[in-house]
């Protein structure tokens, strides 16, 4: 593996060479320097004080990290309403398709109870629970985020839960209170639950409950949120549930000779924008489309809104344009580093996502950015970061429900299985299980 020094915004990995293995590629492009594992040491005596201090914990860490008392922590039902009611229209009328293609998505994605007969009548029926409680952590501070109400609240009402609480930080802007747009797409959507508290210390809150402010503990955390958020949510993972490690945004992109360079450079981005720890990380085959890429990133990010942030982002060790020999390798890449968002521009996208396995969700081809699935395309945009996509799912309405199998047997279909317990009983020593199955017949 070679690395290319350039006066471009993105380093250079050439791995024409070939690709290493899983645990080599991500040590080549690794995630922003500061670790989960360092987090989770430095957040443990905050989440442990607001367990056992509660409110006073939460006001003495706002005043800490963010300056301001957050108290009243409890968002009352008036400011809720006064939110909704300065909500300008462009923005109501977004907000309402953006819940409407959620809410569409969620209620097709439903599963159904699966019943299984036996010969004999025996049954097992597979059921779909909703978990009862769920805290929706919204982040905050170098954005605002209404749209993470709507993905977090929407598949849960579908699910069919019937608590639902929201954390979200005060701002320096609005008096320490949260954000009115925040507030306002949660009242749109019926929650009347919502305090003003953020970073570890609302996790924990969650967590933990916290009495003197009404908040009774939760059983599954659900949200983005940065690295501390992440790490939070790891730590109390176990007494309560978590979605998944949805820390720090990131982008990669498969792109070929077709691609259009400076929409990759635009989609590339629109991420760095989130965060200096953000990764952008582009896999082609074509030097000529890096190049061009890297071109219409220079032009572009010095004309957008967070160009300072989103050139750190760029320029950080996460970032990168990685050359490779052939799309069947930028996809080994891909399903190695297992990115949040996966978008593929090439000339035949449906074929090159037949091959992805490792991604927390797919944009596929020129008119499907990362931006539209933060938005309006109807997915969840709560997503895993970090490689959690190996083995972990975004955010939808399967987050908040449980499958539940029940057994329903009858006395002639139980008496047909009454050799088969004996000898499985027996062998692993627990005859009582085999009596507890006879005792049914010895009358």
Same mark, same amino acid.
């Given at each position: 593996m070679e690395q290319i020094l350039t006066k471009n915004l993105l380093r250079v990995v !050439? +791995?024409?060479?070939?690709? $290493? /293995? #899983?645990? @080599?590629?991500?040590?080549?492009? $690794?995630? %922003?320097?500061?670790?989960? @594992?360092? %987090?989770? !040491? &430095?957040?443990? !005596?905050?989440?442990?004080?607001?367990?056992e201090n509660g409110e006073q914990a939460i006001v003495e860490a706002a005043k800490k990290f963010d300056g301001f008392d957050p108290r009243p922590i409890r968002v009352s039902e008036e400011e809720l309403s006064i939110a909704l009611g300065n909500l300008s229209e462009p923005l109501r009328v977004a907000l309402i398709e953006s819940i409407s293609r959620v809410q569409k998505? *969620?209620? @097709?994605? +439903?599963p159904k109870t699966v019943s299984t007969t036996f010969v004999g009548g025996g049954k097992v029926h597979q059921r779909w629970v909703p978990v009862d409680s769920v805290g929706l952590y919204v982040p905050g501070g170098k954005a605002v985020y209404p749209s993470s109400v709507v993905m977090n609240v929407v598949p849960a009402q579908v699910a069919g839960v019937s608590r639902l609480a929201i954390t979200t930080p005060g701002q320096k802007d609005f008096g320490g209170r949260p954000h009115p747009t925040v507030l306002a797409a949660a009242a749109l959507l019926g929650i009347k639950e919502v305090y003003c508290v953020g970073g570890p210390a609302a996790i924990a809150a969650l967590a933990h409950g916290v009495p003197s402010l009404g908040l009774k503990p939760v059983t599954l955390i659900t949200g983005p949120g940065n690295i501390f958020v992440t790490a939070a949510k790891r730590a109390v993972r176990g007494l309560v549930g978590i979605d998944s490690e949805a820390g720090t945004t990131e982008i990669l992109i498969i792109a070929d000779e077709s691609a259009n360079p400076q929409l990759v450079a635009a989609d590339l981005l629109s991420q760095a924008e989130h965060d200096e720890a953000a990764a952008s990380v582009l896999v082609t085959d074509s030097p000529a489309l890096a190049d061009a890429v890297q071109e219409a990133l220079l032009s572009r990010v010095s004309r957008t809104q967070h160009s300072e942030r989103a050139k750190t982002a760029l320029g950080g060790i996460q970032s990168a344009v990685v050359l490779v020999s052939s799309i069947s390798d930028a996809v080994q890449f891909a399903n190695a580093y297992a990115t949040e968002h996966l978008e593929i521009q090439t000339q035949k996208p449906n074929e090159v996502l037949e091959t992805i396995s490792n991604a927390g969700a797919v944009f596929l081809g @020129?008119?499907? $950015?990362? *931006?539209?699935?933060?938005?309006? %395309?109807? *997915? /969840?945009?709560? +997503? $895993?970061?970090? &490689? &959690? *996509?190996?083995?972990?799912?975004? +955010? #939808?309405v399967h987050t908040f429900l449980r499958a539940q199998q029940v057994v329903e047997y009858d006395q002639n279909s139980l008496a047909q299985v009454l050799p088969l317990v004996d000898s499985l009983a027996n062998e692993e020593g627990l005859p009582a299980h085999f009596e507890a199955i006879n005792a049914r017949f010895e009358n």
């Open positions: !050439d +791995l024409r060479g070939g690709i $290493p /293995n #899983s645990v @080599e590629v991500n040590r080549i492009v $690794p995630r %922003a320097s500061f670790t989960i @594992e360092a %987090a989770v !040491d &430095q957040v443990s !005596d905050l989440i442990k004080s607001v367990a998505v *969620s209620e @097709e994605n +439903l @020129e008119f499907s $950015p990362v *931006s539209l699935g933060d938005y309006v %395309a109807g *997915s /969840n945009h709560v +997503l $895993p970061t970090n &490689q &959690q *996509s190996k083995f972990g799912a975004g +955010l #939808s």
